[in-house]
């Protein structure tokens, strides 16, 4: 008797909990008609295998208006540009020397490529957070995309042909930098010591030897105590760049090039200045104690001066070249120092 009533009262359970969802069914299917009935939204359904996504489109007109706020902005904010920023914040200008235009014109048609795609990812993400956000009448998950062959090979192509795009046009110019001159009107060769730079003028036969900078009490560095180099405006130039210690690096940073000063090797920079004016060089290697402090000016001068400040090192007995003989490091693979302990 008592198994039987347990299994009587086990169906009316079950009954009534049959009873219940088919009314909470009803109800529910009742609730979304009125609520399809009284929102006057477009749904599109869009169809993944066998699942469907609702989505809630953003109207055109906001789009439109979100487009034409960002061009409007943009044009406000590229037509407030400074010089400086219009080519990309770096520290000169075109016409200083044969190859500054051709570098600021990399540079910053780079940056504007990075820009213009990072603009597209970034509005292609805010899109997609607006536009399939979750609604406070959904339910459940979402349908779960595993993946979109055409979009995925897009997303890889389009970086690969960037990649691409960036090395040929840096090989490129990189190629046309460094191109050999066979016959340039003056050969000047520096060696990197630490904490200062030696200028030989070889087409002069003269040369400077310079001292690390000093500085003042107040901490600034005296510009008057910097070795000075002198290039002549309009004329092709060699620069045999070596080092007498350590690792240190060549940079003129108006010319917007440096080259490594590695001990036992000889590196080459051709350039022809283009404006007269004094411009700034510095050591761009970390070298040691005063790395900071090994400093230098360039002077690119009219040929008539040039020819004055080559004279007056004459005049001061800097004949000669300060070779190799006075390195730190004499006895370096591939060198003819004296190997003896």
């Known amino acids: 008797m008592r198994q039987a009533r347990a299994r009587a009262e086990t169906r009316s359970t079950n009954l009534r909990r049959e009873e219940s969802t088919a009314q909470n069914r009803q109800i529910f299917a009742v609730f979304s008609c009125q609520m399809r009935e009284t929102v006057s939204w477009d749904v599109v359904d869009y169809k993944h295998r066998t699942t469907y996504v609702e989505r809630f489109p953003v109207p055109k007109i906001v789009l439109r208006l979100t487009a034409a706020s960002a061009a409007i902005a943009a044009a406000l904010a590229l037509s407030g540009c400074t010089a400086q920023e219009l080519r990309g914040f770096l520290p000169s200008e075109a ?5 500054t235009s051709l570098i600021i014109g990399l540079w910053s048609t780079s940056w504007i490529v990075l820009l213009v795609v990072g603009a597209i990812t970034w509005g292609l993400i805010i899109w997609a957070a607006l536009a399939y956000r979750r609604r406070k009448t959904d339910t459940g998950l979402p349908s779960q995309l595993r993946y979109n062959t055409p979009i995925e090979t897009f997303f890889t192509i389009v970086p690969l042909i960037l990649v ?23 050969k000047i060769e520096v060696f990197g010591k630490r904490w200062a730079w030696d200028f030989n003028y070889l087409s002069d036969d003269v040369h400077f030897s310079g001292v690390q900078a000093r500085e003042k009490p107040d901490k600034t560095i005296d510009i008057d105590s910097l070795p000075t180099l002198y290039l002549p405006v309009g004329k092709s130039i060699e ?12 940079w003129i ?27 700034r060089g510095k050591c761009a ?25 080559m004279q007056n090192l004459r005049d001061q007995d800097m004949i000669g070249r300060l070779g190799p003989e006075y390195n730190a490091n004499n006895n370096l693979p591939g060198t003819d120092g004296n190997t003896d302990s």
């Open 239 to 250: 620069i045999s760049i070596e080092s007498r210690d350590v690792n240190h690096s060549f």
């Open 164 to 186: 691409l795009g960036f090395f040929a046009f840096t090989a490129r110019d990189q190629a046309i930098i460094e191109q050999v001159n066979p016959n340039p009107d003056v």
């Open 285 to 309: 290697e970390l070298c040691g104690e005063y790395h900071s402090l090994m400093l230098f000016t360039v002077k690119v001068v009219s040929q008539a001066e040039y020819d004055a400040q």
């Open 253 to 279: 940073l108006d010319f917007l090039y440096k080259k490594d000063m590695i001990p036992g090797k000889t590196n080459h920079w051709y350039v022809t200045p283009e404006k007269e004016g004094t411009y």
């Open 95 to 99: 016409g200083v020397t044969n190859h």
